[in-house]
């Protein structure tokens, strides 16, 4: 098969892994709505967690502030990440979607941050950049059945977990039908039981130099028994 990008150039493979967004409706098995997720990235002037560190990483779970709202994980990482300049911090806030984004995840922005709209909240972080926004949920995502070539497959996008397990299910998934007889992510080996091929070479070579070595000393040896045999003929 082969895949025309956005830019006309064609693109010949074997096997072709595409994320379901790209996916047209009228190919896809049953068009239902999915699930969203609310989304928000701050750029704060603080932790909400302050330590004596400087490499800190806080995951925090804020339960729901009144009734018939989400629960919200909450991801903030420091400047030791990479991820923001030095002195602020990258907050990351996510839930499922019951509203907009910013109904949903702003009460605990302004709960947890001093901004604007916050009351007695001098000493919390500031809040210096914000940004809502709503997602697909790609743990709701239907990635079988669709009406495509067998050597298509779909994957989702992201979820609101934490972690990647659901992301690494469907890699695995796909890789066993791509490559039926090969494992997935085999575990690395110790250390201790690679063998190098430098160090063979080396390791052979050494071990004939000194079987040829031993060959040569044991020919003196003869060498020399003969001459002191021929010598004791001649005295006698």
């Not at 430098?198 to 020919?219: L, M």
Request: a negative charge; glycine letters at 8%.
């Amino acid at each position: 098969m082969a895949v025309i990008d956005s830019r006309g150039q064609r693109i010949s493979c074997s096997h072709f892994v595409v994320e379901d967004g790209y996916v047209a409706a009228d190919r896809k098995k049953v068009a239902t709505p999915p699930r969203l997720l609310s989304r928000a990235v701050l750029i704060t002037d603080g932790s909400v967690l302050p330590s004596d560190s400087d490499q800190q990483v806080s995951v925090v779970t804020v339960p729901p502030i009144t009734a018939g709202c989400p629960a919200v994980k909450m991801v903030e990482l420091c400047p030791s990440t990479m991820t923001c300049m030095p002195g602020t911090y990258l907050v990351h806030l996510t839930c499922q979607s019951v509203g907009s984004a910013y109904d949903d995840l702003s009460p605990v922005v302004t709960r947890m941050f001093h901004t604007p709209e916050s009351h007695d909240q001098e000493m919390r972080p500031s809040v210096l950049w914000c940004l809502y926004f709503n997602m697909a949920d790609g743990s709701g995502v239907e990635v079988e059945g669709h009406n495509l070539p067998s050597n298509v497959y779909v994957c989702s996008g992201p979820d609101g977990s934490l972690g990647h397990d659901h992301a690494i299910k469907q890699a695995e998934s796909i890789f066993q039908k791509i490559l039926p007889e090969e494992d997935f992510c085999p575990p690395a080996p110790n250390p201790e039981d690679i063998i190098y091929d430098g160090e063979n070479t080396s390791s052979s070579t050494g071990e004939e130099a000194g079987e040829g070595k031993e060959e040569e000393e044991g020919k003196e040896e003869e060498k020399e028994t003969l001459e002191d045999e021929q010598s004791l003929q001649t005295e006698e």
